[in-house]
């Protein structure tokens, strides 16, 4: 099995911050990493793909970066509506998800 | 606008069964595979099954070890988890995905997702 490990577990951010969120691999995943955020009660929601790719419809703040073993989602710009659980995901062999970063208010 | 909507969850006794079932919409359902992902408080985030487009080649997590089976209907656009055997352990939010992708597929649409409780 692909363990996946976050950090941080939780962030603390203020609106118009610069956050990362780190995932890493226990082997290499080449670029086969999504992203994904929830919200209370939501199901969650693709960010990214592919390592980097943009999902459509997703505000430009966010990016991610990374292969083999080591990944980051930054968010340039924190806005209101950013504040949430933050999941990566391995798809390169099955799937296994990180543990989740919160992000809060500071 | 793409939608997948599930239903079927509820309380069941350890032992007992529960068919869920995924509604999708807003897309031609034949070019997407299609899969179940549950999430608890103690395991996070699971992947459980995945089905190919016509329903030819279905694809489990080791851990299941036979008690769920995943299945479609093309022809009404909806995806199927039948889950036997239920244990506490098996107490969660189930919700069904779209899968996309070439060489290998992630999740673009996700349902609401759809509780299941196991007690006595």
């Known amino acids: 099995d692909i363990q996946m490990t976050q950090s941080p577990s939780t962030l603390s951010a203020s609106v118009g911050d610069r956050v990362t969120i780190t995932c890493r691999a226990s082997?290499?995943?080449?670029?086969?990493l999504a992203w994904y955020q929830q919200k209370p009660g939501k199901a969650p929601k693709l960010l990214i793909y592919?390592?980097?790719s943009l999902e459509s419809g997703i505000p430009s703040r966010f990016s991610g970066s990374g292969s083999g073993t080591e990944f980051t989602l930054t968010i340039s710009s924190l806005q209101p509506d950013d504040f949430a659980t933050y999941y990566c995901?391995?798809?390169?062999?099955?799937?296994?998800f990180g543990q989740g970063t919160k992000l809060e208010i500071k | 606008e793409v939608q997948l909507v599930e239903s079927g969850g509820g309380l069941v006794l350890p032992g007992g069964s529960l068919r869920l079932s995924c509604a999708a919409s807003?897309?031609?359902?034949?070019?997407?595979?299609m899969s179940w992902v549950r999430q608890s408080p103690g395991k996070g985030l699971e992947w459980l099954a995945n089905?190919?487009?016509?329903?030819?080649?279905?694809y489990y997590v080791d851990s299941l070890r036979g008690r769920f089976t995943i299945s479609r209907d093309n022809a009404k656009n909806a995806v199927f988890l039948q889950l036997n055997s239920l244990r506490a352990e098996d107490t969660a939010v189930y919700y069904c995905?779209?899968?996309?992708?070439?060489?290998?597929?992630?999740?673009?649409?996700w349902g609401q997702g759809t509780l299941v409780t196991v007690s006595s």
């Open positions: 995905a779209r899968g996309i992708g070439i060489y290998t597929i992630y999740f673009d649409s």
């Open positions: 807003g897309f031609t359902f034949t070019n997407y595979w």
């Open positions: 089905i190919k487009r016509d329903g030819s080649e279905q």
């Open positions: 082997q290499s995943i080449s670029t086969w």
């Open positions: 592919e390592a980097s």
């Open positions: 995901q391995q798809y390169h062999y099955y799937y296994s």
